[in-house]
C-alpha cells in the first residue's frame, strides 16, 4: 500500500489511527491471583498493523520480513545473554549481518550479478533464485515472478533498520528489545516500512517504551503529512508526466532545451517525491507518537556536493557513515585509506539504489566529487560567490539524475549529448510548448525547492501565531481535497523506489 | 489521588484534527453507503465488482488491486471530483487534458505523429486489394477537428499535420484506387456545425457535405439539402472528448438525423456480431435507445459491428464500405443511390475478408476512414491478404 493511495488514505489510515487512539500504551490483563499480562497493545496494533500494510503490497515476501525479524530479535536476545562471552556476541552479529546482507544479495542482487556473469563468460546460467520460485509455484500457485526475481518492497529499508539494531547493540551503544512485540513492531512500524526514512533503532528506542499520544502531536502530524501528500500529489507526480514524456522521445532527435526541460523535470520529481514520502512518513510517525529522523533539509540549496548529501536523504547517508565509514577507519588513517573508504561508500551508496552499473557509476560519480572537493575545490567553492556554488552543486545533482534514471550507461551518455544539443536543435516548438504549458508548475516546483516556505511559516509561527495557528486546518483541508480530486482519476501516480 | 492538571486543549490544534479526520471518515461512509453504479458511462466501462477474497487472490495480488479499483471506481463523488480538478487546471491556464486539447469552443484531440511504417503497410494492402478487382474503389480520408481548427491550438502544441498525412496517403495510393478530397471542403465549411464540440466524430451535417462532395466520382447526384428534414433527435450530447477531460466549458452537442422528405429509402438494416450466426435484422438505420444514453453518437446504426448491410428502396448497384465509425452518418444518405449497402468494420473481423464476403456481387468500394484512425490503423492490412 502506498501513502497516496484512496485506500491508504481512506480506510487504512483512520481506521488505525482511531483505534491505535482510543487504546492505551498497555494494558494489564490479570491472570488470577497477583499475576498481570502487560500487553503492549499499541506496540501489538503497530505490528499487526504493519504486518497488514506491507502484505498488502508483498502477500509472499512477508514472510521474508518475518524471518528477518525473528533472526535479528534471536539475535539481540541471545548478545544480551552472553554478554561476557565475546566470541558468541560476535557470532550473533556475524549471523545478523550476513543474513540481512544475504536477503539483500538474493532478492536485489541476484539477478544483476548473474547477468554480470553470463554477459563476461558467455554462459548462461539461470539465477537459482528464479528456480526455487518456479519450484515455490509448482506446490502452490503464489504467482512469484518466474522470469526475474521481483524486489520485495522496502527490503533495503528493513534490512538496514534490522542492522542497526544488532550493530548498535554489538557496539554496546543500546540496551536489548526483550519484547519481541516491541522489537518487531519497530521493523514493521508502516510509516516507515517501505520508502524510509532509515530509523535506527537507537533513534526510537525510549519511543518503543514509551509514548505520548496527544492532540498537538497528531496536529503536527497532520501537518507534516499533508505537507508530504501535497509535495508528492500535486508536484511530484505533475512535473513526472513532463519526464515520462520526455524520456520517450529518442534522445538522437530532442533539442537541448527539451532535454534539459526533462531532467530538471525528473530532478524536481525525484525530491518532491521522496522528500513528500518522507513528510508523510515523518508525520505519520508524529500522529503514533514517534520521532522520526529528518530526512531531507532543502538539498538543492546545497553549495557544495558533500553538503547536499548531508541534506539529501540523510538518513541514508547517516547509516553509511556509521555502518561503513566509520567502521573502516573513516578519515583518520591517512589520506589513501580515506580514499579507499570514500570510494567503497560511495560504489555502496550507489549500489543500495539499485541492482544495474548505472548506479554505481552514479555513486562513484558523486564519491569522485565529494574527494575532488575535499582535495581543495571545496575551498575554493567556499570562496565563491553562493549564487555559484549553489548552481555548480545543483548541476552536479542534475547530471547525477540523467545516470540515474536512464536504464543504461549508454542511454543516459546519448541523453547528456541531447543536452549539449547533439539532437541537433537547440530550441524546437516542442520545448516551446512543454515550456509554455507547464511554466507553472516549473516555477512552484523551484520555489518550494528553497527554503522561502519553510521561513515564511517558521516567521509566522513565532510572530503571528494565530494566523499561522489558523492557517494550519485550511491548509490541511485545501491538500486533501486537492490531493483527493488527483487520487481519484489517478492516471500518473507511481511508486519511484521499486528499485531501492 | 493526585491532583492532575489538566491542560488547556489547543483550539487550533483540535480543528485540524477534526477537519483531516471528518474528511476523511465522512468520504469513506459515503463511499460505502451511496448506491453502486455498475457501469461508468464516462469510461464507457463497467465498474470494478467488490473483489471475492480467496488465498490465490490475496497472493497474486488481484484482490488487493481490485478492492483499489473498486474503491475508486466507487469513490462517493467521483465525477465531481475530477471535474474539480479539470476546473483548477484550466483555470490555472492549463490547455491540455488526457490526450485532449481545451479549446474556446470545443475539445479537440491531440494527435501525434503516425508511425509510417505502419501507414505503409496499409497503403500497401489497399493497393493490393483495388488491383486485384475489376470495380472501382474509391478511399476517402476525413480530416478530424483537430485539423480543421488547428489554428485555435495553443501554440506549438504538438498535432500531426492531417493535410499532409492525406496528401501522402492519396499519393501513394496506386491507380486502381480512386481518391476523394474533403479536406477542401471541410475547410471552407469551418465555421458551420460540421463536427461535434465533444465528440471525436463529424456532425451529420459534415456527412453530407463529405458525401455531396463525393457524388462526382462516385457517380451519383447528390440530394440537395433543403429535401432533407432536420431532426434535432438527440440534445446534449456529451462525447468522448468530453469524458476524458469532464470540461464543461464548452457547449453541449446536438444529435441531427436527416430525413429524406419524400420519404426513407432504408428498408432494412441487418447486423452480423458474429461469424456463422443469422444476422439481426431491423427496420430503421436509426437506434433511437441510444439517444436516451451517453453513447448517443451509436444511434448511427448502433455501436461498431463486423458488417452490417443496409438495403434500400431504389435500383442502384451495391456498395462495399471499408470503415470506421465515421461511415455511420454517412452511410444514411448513400441510401440515396444504392440498394444495398454492406459496412464492413475490419477491427472486428479476424478471418479472410473473402471468406465473409462475397466481394464478385459489389459494383464499388469505398474506404471510409477519418485521418486519426487511419494513422494508428493496424487492421487495414487485412485487405492485403
Known amino acids: 500500500m502506498v501513502f497516496s493511495s484512496l485506500t491508504f488514505l481512506y480506510y487504512f489510515l483512520p481506521i488505525v489511527l482511531i483505534v491505535y487512539i482510543l487504546i492505551p500504551n498497555k494494558i494489564n490483563v490479570p491472570l488470577g491471583g497477583e499475576r498481570v499480562l502487560v500487553v503492549p497493545a499499541r506496540n501489538l496494533l503497530i505490528l499487526l498493523t504493519g504486518f497488514f500494510f506491507y502484505a498488502w503490497g508483498e502477500p509472499f515476501y512477508v514472510i521474508i520480513m518475518l524471518f528477518s525479524t525473528m533472526i535479528d530479535y534471536t539475535a539481540g536476545r541471545m548478545m544480551h545473554k552472553y554478554d561476557d562471552n565475546p566470541k558468541i556476541r560476535t557470532i550473533c552479529l556475524i549471523i545478523s549481518v550476513c543474513m540481512n546482507i544475504g536477503l539483500l544479495a538474493v532478492f536485489k542482487y541476484s539477478d544483476f550479478i548473474f547477468h554480470t556473469i553470463n554477459s563476461v563468460f558467455g554462459t548462461d546460467i539461470t539465477n537459482p533464485v528464479i528456480l526455487v520460485n518456479r519450484a515455490i509455484n509448482d506446490i502452490y500457485d503464489f504467482g512469484l515472478s518466474e522470469n526475474s526475481v521481483a524486489l520485495p518492497i522496502g527490503i533495503s529499508f528493513y534490512t538496514f533498520q534490522s542492522m542497526s539494531y544488532t550493530i548498535d547493540l554489538y557496539l554496546r551503544k543500546i540496551d536489548v528489545q526483550k519484547s519481541f512485540i516491541g522489537f518487531t513492531s519497530y521493523v514493521t512500524l508502516f510509516p516507515q516500512i517501505v520508502a524510509g526514512p532509515i530509523v535506527r533503532y537507537e533513534d526510537v528506542a525510549a519511543e518503543i517504551e514509551e509514548r505520548k499520544v496527544n492532540i498537538g502531536g497528531i496536529s503536527e502530524g497532520i501537518a507534516k503529512f499533508s505537507k508530504g501528500l501535497a509535495k508528492k500529489v500535486l508536484l511530484a507526480n505533475n512535473i513526472g508526466i513532463i519526464w515520462t514524456e520526455v524520456k520517450a522521445m529518442d534522445p538522437a532527435h530532442i533539442s537541448a532545451a527539451t532535454a534539459w526541460l526533462g531532467i530538471l523535470a525528473f530532478t524536481f520529481q525525484i525530491y518532491f517525491d521522496f522528500s513528500g514520502y518522507s513528510d508523510m512518513a515523518v508525520g505519520l510517525g508524529k500522529m503514533l507518537g514517534f520521532n522520526f529522523p529528518k530526512n531531507f533539509d532543502h538539498p538543492y540549496l546545497s553549495k557544495s556536493v558533500s553538503e547536499f548529501w548531508r541534506r539529501w536523504h540523510i538518513t541514508l547517508g547517516t547509516w553509511f557513515r556509521e555502518y561503513v565509514y566509520i567502521p573502516l577507519g573513516g578519515n583518520r588513517k591517512g589520506m589513501a585509506k580515506t580514499l579507499r573508504n570514500l570510494l567503497i561508500v560511495w560504489g555502496l551508496t550507489g549500489l543500495w539504489h539499485g541492482a544495474s552499473w548505472n548506479f554505481v557509476i552514479w555513486g562513484l560519480y558523486y564519491g569522485i566529487l565529494i574527494i575532488i572537493e575535499r582535495v581543495g575545490w571545496g575551498k575554493l567553492l567556499e570562496k565563491l560567490p553562493s549564487g555559484i556554488s549553489m548552481l555548480y552543486t545543483f548541476l552536479a545533482a542534475v547530471f547525477g539524475w540523467v545516470l540515474f534514471d536512464t536504464d543504461t550507461l549508454g542511454g543516459a551518455w546519448q541523453y547528456i549529448k541531447a543536452m549539449f544539443g547533439a539532437g541537433g536543435t537547440l530550441y524546437d516548438s516542442t520545448s516551446a510548448y512543454m515550456l509554455a504549458s507547464n511554466a507553472l508548475i516549473y516555477i512552484i516546483c523551484i520555489f518550494a525547492s528553497t527554503d522561502i516556505f519553510t521561513r515564511l511559516t517558521e516567521f509566522f509561527k513565532k510572530k503571528k501565531k494565530r494566523i499561522y495557528a489558523y492557517t494550519v486546518p485550511a491548509a490541511v483541508a485545501c491538500v486533501l481535497l486537492l490531493c483527493t480530486s488527483y487520487l481519484v482519476d489517478a492516471s500518473y501516480n507511481p511508486f519511484l523506489y521499486f528499485r531501492f | ?385
Not at chain 2, 471535474?83 to 487546471?89: C, P, S
Request: glycine share 6%; with cysteine.
Open chain 2, 1 to 385: 489521588m493526585k491532583y492532575k492538571k489538566r491542560k488547556r486543549v489547543n483550539i487550533p490544534n483540535l480543528i485540524t484534527c477534526i477537519v483531516f479526520f471528518g474528511i476523511l471518515i465522512f468520504m469513506a461512509v459515503m463511499t460505502i453507503a451511496l448506491p453502486k453504479k455498475d457501469f461508468l458511462e464516462m469510461e464507457n466501462d463497467y465498474a470494478e465488482k467488490f473483489p471475492e477474497l480467496s488465498a490465490k487472490a490475496v497472493f497474486n495480488r488481484s484482490y488487493m488491486n481490485k478492492m483499489e479499483s473498486y474503491i475508486s471506481d466507487h469513490f462517493a463523488g467521483r465525477i465531481s471530483w475530477i471535474k474539480g480538478r479539470t476546473v483548477l487546471e484550466t483555470s490555472l491556464g492549463k490547455k491540455e487534458r488526457n490526450g485532449i486539447y481545451i479549446l474556446d469552443d470545443r475539445l479537440v484531440e491531440k494527435i501525434s505523429e503516425p508511425d509510417m511504417t505502419s501507414v505503409d503497410k496499409a497503403i500497401a494492402a489497399i493497393n493490393k486489394f483495388a488491383d486485384g478487382l475489376d470495380i472501382p474503389v474509391f478511399a476517402m480520408i476525413v480530416p478530424t477537428s483537430a485539423e480543421i481548427y488547428s489554428d485555435e491550438l495553443p501554440e506549438n502544441a504538438p498535432n500531426a499535420d492531417q493535410k499532409k498525412f492525406i496528401e501522402y496517403v492519396y499519393r501513394n495510393l496506386g491507380r486502381s484506387v480512386n481518391t476523394i478530397d474533403v479536406y477542401q471542403t471541410m475547410m471552407s465549411n469551418r465555421d458551420d456545425y460540421i463536427y461535434y464540440r465533444t465528440d471525436h466524430h463529424w456532425t451529420t451535417k459534415g456527412a453530407y457535405l463529405a458525401y455531396s462532395a463525393a457524388g462526382k466520382k462516385m457517380g451519383y447526384v447528390p440530394v440537395p439539402i433543403d429535401l432533407f428534414d432536420i431532426e434535432h433527435a438527440g440534445r446534449d450530447f456529451i462525447g468522448t472528448f468530453y469524458s476524458k477531460t469532464l470540461y464543461d466549458g464548452v457547449e453541449r452537442d446536438t444529435i441531427d438525423f436527416y430525413h429524406n422528405s419524400e420519404g426513407e429509402k432504408a428498408t432494412e438494416v441487418s447486423i452480423t456480431e458474429s461469424f456463422g450466426e443469422e444476422p439481426e435484422v431491423f427496420d430503421s438505420m436509426y437506434f433511437r435507445e441510444y439517444l436516451g444514453v451517453k453513447d448517443k453518437y451509436s444511434s448511427f446504426l448502433g455501436t461498431n459491428k463486423p458488417i452490417v448491410t443496409i438495403k434500400a428502396d431504389n435500383d442502384g448497384g451495391k456498395l462495399l464500405v471499408v470503415k470506421d465509425s465515421y461511415a455511420h452518418c454517412f452511410a444514411p444518405f448513400l441510401t440515396e443511390h444504392y440498394s444495398e449497402i454492406t459496412l464492413v468494420d475490419l477491427r472486428y473481423i479476424n478471418i479472410s475478408l473473402s471468406k465473409v464476403i462475397d466481394i464478385d456481387e459489389y459494383d464499388q468500394v469505398l474506404i471510409l476512414y477519418n485521418a486519426s484512425s487511419f494513422m494508428t490503423d493496424t487492421d487495414i492490412r487485412k485487405l492485403g491478404y
